[in-house]
């Protein structure tokens, strides 16, 4: 079946360095892929997606990669700030689904 | 627009009562999903609407039922809950716009089955 992973749980950083935060798909028909920030207490919130047909986006500080030959997506966060510090998941949208698959998450915290 | 809401914030039941877990949208999207976060764990999919009046099982719905009678809203019943129930409960709308979707998040309502 498909499935959603993250490969570190806890990322620690130190405040302006670079995040990078890793997840691994295993659904390679997936054609959309969402990364969502949850702060403590809250809804997870969208930070940035990308479709199969790129390989990288960016917005503010933040950067998605897509690496379809291994299913790997990676969101990277320059520049790290505290107010960064929260749980990170990684979603697909499976082609033709309207369900998303999230994996388990991953920490990141920041040290000023 | 107030976006997605959830009530109530928090509650505690006792293993067999029964109680809705309210949501509702005022962003006219069509897409509506219940989700369960169990701690340190991702979000599991409970049911999903694709429409008023269309309702779907998810990941998990045992123990659950949904209905869609309007656009805006989205209630979530547990009819006999059971401590497995105790968890924090998202409700969620989309759009799909040019085969892509972003969901957004309601702030979630933390349940306590006792």
Redesign the interface.
Known sequence: GESVGLHLPTLSVQEGDNSIINCAYSNSAS??F?WYKQES??????II?I?SNMDKRQGQRVTVLLNKTVKHLSLQIAATQPGDSAVY?CAE?GAGF???V????TRLLVSP | NAG?TQTPKFRILKIGQSMTLQCAQDMNHN?M?W?RQDP??????IY?S?GAGITDK?EVPNGYNVSRSTTEDFPLRLELAAPSQTSVY?C?S?Y?QS??????????TRLLVL
């Open positions: 054609d959309y969402i207490g809250k809804g997870p919130q969208f997606d479709r998941f949208n309207q369900k998303l999230f994996g388990t998450g | 997605v897409y999903y989700y340190g764990m991702g979000l599991k999919l999903y694709v998810g998202f969620a989309s799909r085969g892509q979707e972003t969901q957004y998040f309601g702030p979630g």
